[in-house]
């Protein structure tokens, strides 16, 4: 044999070590990164949704605060009607309108009546008060003819004077809900001779705003003439 045989024969074996692979750290480590990510994208959404939600919500209180104040300039003009003189002149009439108050078919008045989004006695109401014909509006505006008052350029608003009676002609404790006996030139409340019984009347304010926004508001006054 050779003495390079010899040589290779006689050398120990050295044992091989390998490096530890990292593959499997580094995966773990990628996925929660990608976990922590998500929970970071899910916090900005929720924020920005909060955010956008406070602001529409903002919008919306103002929204409804505008229609409030447009629903106070159709009261006013419902007041402005009830100072009319055609007004105090015919809420009482019964003049061609049917039975049992009437022989007719149709009051005499009520294109009077009409003028100033008035009716004599309590219409057809939802059962929240509100009356059945101001809920449409087109019918509403081919039946009373005051108008529609426009208001901050978008604003519609409607109102309505129901006379707080069961049927036409005068106010009487009988066929209507009155507020009281008022003496002429005081302001006390007393039934005795020579005092007017004051009916009571139902106005009803409708406003369409912004964003298809609707508003509804009624109050219950007394009218006494001075």
Not at 57 to 63: A, E
Not at 109 to 129: H, Q, T, V
Not at 200 to 207: A, E, G, M, P
């Amino acid at each position: 044999m050779s003495n390079h045989a010899i040589e290779d024969q006689g050398l120990p074996s050295m044992p091989v070590r390998r490096g530890r692979s990292t593959t499997g750290q580094g995966g773990a480590v990628l996925a929660v990164v990608l976990v922590v990510l998500v929970v970071m994208m899910l916090g900005g959404v929720s924020l920005l949704s909060s955010v956008d939600t406070s602001a529409l919500l903002s919008g919306n209180i103002g929204f409804k605060r505008q229609a409030l104040n447009a629903t106070g300039r159709g009261l006013n003009q419902a007041f402005a009607k009830m100072k009319l003189s055609d007004f105090r002149a015919n809420q009482d009439s019964i003049a061609g309108c049917p039975p049992p108050v009437g022989t007719g078919t149709a009051c005499s008045k009520a294109s009077i009546w009409a003028s100033l989004n008035f009716y004599p006695r309590l219409l057809e109401s939802d059962e929240n008060g509100v009356p059945v014909i101001l809920k449409d509006k087109a019918k509403f505006d081919s039946t009373f003819t005051a108008g529609t008052l426009k208001t901050q350029g978008t604003d519609e608003t409607r109102f309505l004077i129901e006379r707080m009676c069961n049927s036409y002609g005068p106010s009487t404790l009988a066929n209507c809900m009155l507020s009281g006996y008022s003496p002429r030139g005081g302001t006390g409340w007393a039934g005795k001779p020579g005092s007017t019984a004051s009916p009571l009347y139902r106005i009803t304010v409708r406003t369409d705003g912004v964003r298809n926004s609707l508003t509804y508001s009624q109050w219950i006054v007394a009218f006494t003439e001075e």
